[in-house]
T-cell receptor, first 109, second 114 residues
Framework: EDQVTQSPEALRLQEGESSSLNCSYT??????LFWYRQDPGKGPEFLFT???AGEEKEKERLKATLTKKESFLHITAPKPEDSATYLC??????????FGTGTSLTVIP | EPEVTQTPSHQVTQMGQEVILRCVPI?????FYWYRQILGQKVEFLVS????????KSEIFDDQFSVERPDGSNFTLKIRSTKLEDSAMYFC????????????FGSGTRLTVV
């Protein structure tokens, strides 16, 4: 059973058009939810960690929020350089992360 | 900013050959990981390593795989007899604390088995 489901699989936005990416999770005893950015042929780049429902983190045009069942990555007024695949991962405190398949974001100038 | 360094960036090998993928984690980190990503698929956990021993491994990490931290700075993944299905990006990651904290990933090694 998938621990992490991300939607949509792909998203095309016009520059400046705000939107949200979704990550829903089923792991019990969530100890951390992580957002990463991945550029083609590169390793995941850490963005945020969220630990408890209601928590929010912000970085530039990105804002991550967490509820008991899902997380959202809100992108405000995106720019072409925000184009990447955004990965969500969770841990139950064990020794591994469970990743979703990612959302491929394309921002068109 | 400290980085996790992986070499080589790309390796092509014949099926059945042994490969060693190398990683230099961030110097004050204590936990080390290998993940892989088959093209178009999820990032998948292979193995975690702490205090000079494997702390957890996935079903993927069978007897063909091994890890070592030979000299206190390098962290290696060896695949003894490569198969076509081992073709993937292999990512090393490290973190100071445990898995409750965000890892730092390396840029990966693209392994192509022909």
């Amino acid at each position: 059973e998938d621990q992490v489901t991300q939607s949509p699989e792909a998203l095309r936005l016009q520059e400046g058009e705000s939107s949200s990416l979704n990550c829903s999770y089923t792991v019990s005893g969530l100890r951390g939810l992580f957002w990463y950015r991945q550029d083609p042929g590169k390793g995941p780049e850490f963005l945020f960690t969220l630990y408890s429902a209601g928590e929010e983190k912000e970085k530039e045009r990105l804002k991550a929020t967490l509820t008991k069942k899902e997380s959202f990555l809100h992108i405000t007024a995106p720019k072409p350089e925000d184009s990447a695949t955004y990965l969500c991962a969770v841990t139950d405190g064990g020794n591994q992360f469970y990743f979703g398949t990612g959302t491929s974001l394309t921002v068109i100038p | 900013e400290p980085e996790v360094t992986q070499t080589p960036s790309h390796q092509v090998t014949q099926m059945g050959q042994e490969v060693i993928l190398r990683c230099v984690p961030i110097s004050n980190h204590l936990y080390f990981y290998w993940y892989r990503q088959i093209l178009g698929q999820k990032v998948e956990f292979l193995v975690s390593f702490y205090n000079n021993e494997i702390s957890e491994k996935s079903e993927i990490f069978d007897d063909q795989f091994s890890v070592e931290r030979p000299d206190g700075s390098n962290f290696t993944l060896k695949i003894r007899s490569t198969k076509l299905e081992d073709s993937a990006m292999y990512f090393c990651a490290s973190v100071m604390g445990g898995s409750n904290y965000g890892y730092t990933f390396g840029s990966g090694t693209r392994l192509t088995v022909v």
